[in-house]
């Protein structure tokens, strides 16, 4: 059996998280693009420029509804194990409660007109 990844114990979708670890600069782009159905999708801070990692708690809590979780499964680099996990940590329900919570200030989704 293969070991599921978890989020990042400071995983800005954890709720025990440290809070006001990130910069909010850095999740302006992330609230626009990697919401909802998407094909956009949030890499884990831990990511290098030469190895995309996809974002553990992004993934669990937006879940198959996401174009782009749904093409990380097709390519392997998700599980569907992982994405349907509610073992782990808790975890915001919602974009938008992850957002608050780290007291970054949403701007205007990218939604196409």
């Known amino acids: 059996m293969t070991r599921l990844r978890q989020p990042c114990s400071n ?4 709720v025990d998280a440290p809070r006001e670890h990130w910069d909010p600069t850095h999740f302006d782009a ?9 094909l956009s999708v949030m890499g884990c801070h831990k990511s290098k420029p030469d190895a ?3 974002c553990q708690g ?3 809590v937006i879940g198959r509804d996401a174009i782009g979780v749904r093409i990380l499964l097709m ?6 194990e992982e994405v349907e996990d509610r073992t782990g940590p ?3 329900p919602t974009f938008a409660a992850m957002m608050r919570a780290n ?3 949403m701007g205007k989704r990218n ?3």
């Open 30 to 38: 992330i609230w626009r693009n990697c919401q909802d159905d998407g």
């Open 103 to 105: 007291k970054i200030k």
């Open 11 to 14: 995983c800005p979708w954890r």
């Open 111 to 113: 939604r196409v007109k």
């Open 90 to 92: 808790k975890l915001f």
């Open 58 to 60: 992004w993934a669990r």
């Open 52 to 54: 995309f990692v996809p």
């Open 75 to 80: 390519k392997g680099d998700l599980t569907i």
